[in-house]
């Protein structure tokens, strides 16, 4: 997803002379066509999200729109009083772009991986939040990203799903990606799209469910998950997040307020640092977010 984000933010720059590129403990490579686009318009920064947050901020404030690309597990930790002070209180339109959102960077151990990033930043006054499924969908929203009114929180996987089908979500909407009766399917980001992938063992089990996928978590659709989820007999919410903070959270919350009680079952990450360590494939195994472990898990929750 870092490929599409730079390719298409250096497109949009060329339309609008207010969008900035600003760098945080990246590669000095990492920015290189942009920097050659727009000298004037390029920062790249060391290890240093504190200053860049604030940084940014005075970006913004002098007119520009900046987007921050820096590594998600520490923008959101390090940097939460600038977040929540520079930006969020004083609603500025700053993109802060996640690179290694979820459990992309278990490579590097538990300190790299970023899954408390959208429990941290729901508390950030102002703050959108946004978990593209796919590049396509990145491609789809980030245009719509410009215009947005105040701060904006751009989570980025540094992988893909295999199954990239489907409609494209909206800011601020939520995405109904499958119809079905029995139960539904909640989710975002990257997981949104690896439901595709287990659809078959879904149906062979004897579940039609719907699933509907939150590209924004802040704003969130309540609308839409309120009225999917007084059709259905059973709620399940899977995110590469943990359990606690983030989508499920939010719905359990919604629904609760809404006086809509349905068995919800959610499905995510939790604090045992020796199941994300490792490849990728390995850590979501570990937490049985793919393939068969993860219908299972679905089915099993719809008894």
Not at 256 to 272: M, N, Q, V, W
Request: net charge negative; charged share 20%.
């Amino acid at each position: 997803m870092r490929g599409t984000f730079r390719n298409v933010l250096q497109q949009l720059a060329t339309r609008d002379k207010r969008i900035v590129a600003v760098g945080c403990d990246l590669t000095y490579t990492s920015m290189s066509d942009f920097r050659a686009a727009f000298p004037d318009r390029s920062f790249m920064e060391g290890i240093a999200e504190q200053y860049v947050v604030g940084m940014a901020a005075g970006l913004a404030g002098g007119g520009l729109i900046p987007y921050v690309e820096l590594v998600a597990a520490f923008g959101t930790r390090r940097a939460f009083e600038q977040l929540f002070v520079d930006i969020g209180l004083q609603r500025l339109p700053v993109r802060i772009v996640g690179t290694g959102g979820g459990l992309s960077c278990t490579e590097f151990g538990p300190t790299h991986t970023a899954l408390e990033d959208l429990a941290i930043l729901r508390q950030v006054p102002n703050m959108a939040i946004c978990a593209p499924r796919s590049n396509r969908e990145l491609r789809h929203l980030l245009s719509s990203t410009i215009e947005w009114d105040g701060p904006l929180y751009i989570r980025l996987s540094n992988t893909t799903a295999d199954s990239d089908r489907g409609p494209l979500g909206e800011l601020g909407r939520a995405c109904r990606l499958r119809d079905g009766k029995d139960a539904l399917i909640v989710s975002t980001g990257i997981v949104s799209s690896t439901i595709f992938e287990i659809e078959e063992m879904l149906t062979k089990g004897g579940l039609d469910p719907e699933v509907l996928h939150f590209p924004t978590l802040s704003p969130f659709d309540s609308e839409a998950l309120c009225e999917a989820a007084s059709r259905v007999a059973f709620v399940i919410v899977v995110e590469e997040h943990n359990r606690h903070g983030g989508l499920g959270s939010i719905v359990v919350e919604t629904l609760a307020d809404a006086r809509i009680l349905r068995p919800t079952t959610r499905i995510g990450t939790r604090f045992e640092p020796r199941l994300n360590h490792g490849t990728y494939h390995e850590a979501i195994v570990n937490f049985g977010l793919r393939g068969p472990a993860l219908a299972d898990a679905i089915l099993a929750a719809c008894i």
